[in-house]
């Protein structure tokens, strides 16, 4: 959490521990409690912008569906409006985080980019023509569940071979939970005394690397699908910049050393020609930033 002025500088940081297991209520409660501490300090606050993990209706606030929360038709909007009076802005977590950067970060300047987030998930955030691209039905920007692979492996949306499969944190846990029930051999075990929820994108990297044929593979399918998806991406919508961010991008650089001249060469020439690609220069901070912002403009007059 924290609070930002109108030229995108954060002029305090907070954290809080948000446990939205325990319903709404409780994330109210400590987003008044952060609130009500910045106001202390810094005065009057314009708006208020939340970044949300999920599928989010902008227009209302509305949070649709959360799984990593466990939410379903959420009006969260309403709610906080309600308790603190001020404008009041729910966006998507990435395509407040892709806001972010286009307004202050690495886009800053630019009328379009696209912005790919990799880390726990895969999501994706694009502007164009200066405004964030969401969608007729606030669903745009899901290239984590695009589908990369016909009949690969399953994805807890419904669907199979979708790209977040193959190029995020949950993704390699995953795989690794199927190897282990499947009895392959690799020596991520030991780093991970077996349980799938310690395994990191660094330590599949580093095995790789040291020869481990799963941990081979699960790198190889990661810089290739993700170069696949992001190059459709590209070709489709011909933004000015990729941004690259996120958990996984941030600690392993390998990553993109690989996947992005294979993401170039599957780009048309023109897409290709007039496209530059950076990382995220606002790191953790982004989707704060630009939550702040679309709030912004909701209370300027």
């Not at 379903?72 to 806001?99: K, Q």
């Amino acid at each position: 959490m924290g609070a930002v002025g109108a030229d995108g500088q954060i002029l305090s940081k907070l954290e809080r521990l948000t446990d939205a297991r325990r319903g709404p209520a409780a994330v109210i409660a400590t987003v008044r409690s952060a609130v009500d501490e910045v106001r202390a300090s810094i005065g009057a606050i314009a708006g208020l912008g939340v970044a949300c993990a999920g599928q989010v209706r902008s227009e209302d606030g509305l949070v649709v569906q959360a799984p990593n929360l466990g939410w379903h038709d959420v009006p969260l909007g309403a709610r906080l409006t309600e308790t603190f009076g001020i404008p009041v802005v729910i966006e998507n977590d990435v395509r407040a985080a892709a806001w972010g950067e286009f307004r202050f970060g690495a886009g800053r300047g630019l009328r379009s980019l696209i912005a790919v987030f990799v880390g726990t998930g895969l999501g994706s955030g694009a502007v164009l023509d200066g405004q964030l691209w969401r969608g007729a039905g606030n669903a745009a920007g899901e290239v984590g569940h695009t589908q990369v692979v016909i009949d690969g492996l399953p994805c807890r949306c419904g669907q199979r071979g979708c790209l977040e499969q193959y190029v995020s944190g949950n993704g390699f846990q995953r795989r690794f939970d199927a190897a282990l029930a499947a009895s392959v051999k690799t020596r991520l075990v030991e780093p991970t005394d077996g349980d799938p929820a310690k395994l990191t994108a660094p330590m599949v990297w580093a095995a790789a690397a040291g020869g481990d044929v799963f941990a081979r593979e699960v790198v190889r399918d990661a810089e290739r699908y993700l170069a696949l998806g992001i190059a459709n991406y590209v070709t489709a919508l011909n933004p000015a910049m990729l941004v690259f961010g996120g958990g996984v991008v941030e600690t392993v650089p390998a990553l993109l050393e690989v996947a992005v001249p294979d993401l170039l060469a599957r780009t048309t020439v023109l897409a290709r020609a007039s496209l530059r690609i950076e990382r995220a220069r606002l790191g953790d901070w982004s989707g704060v930033v630009g939550a702040a912002a679309l709030a912004g403009s909701l209370s300027t007059p």
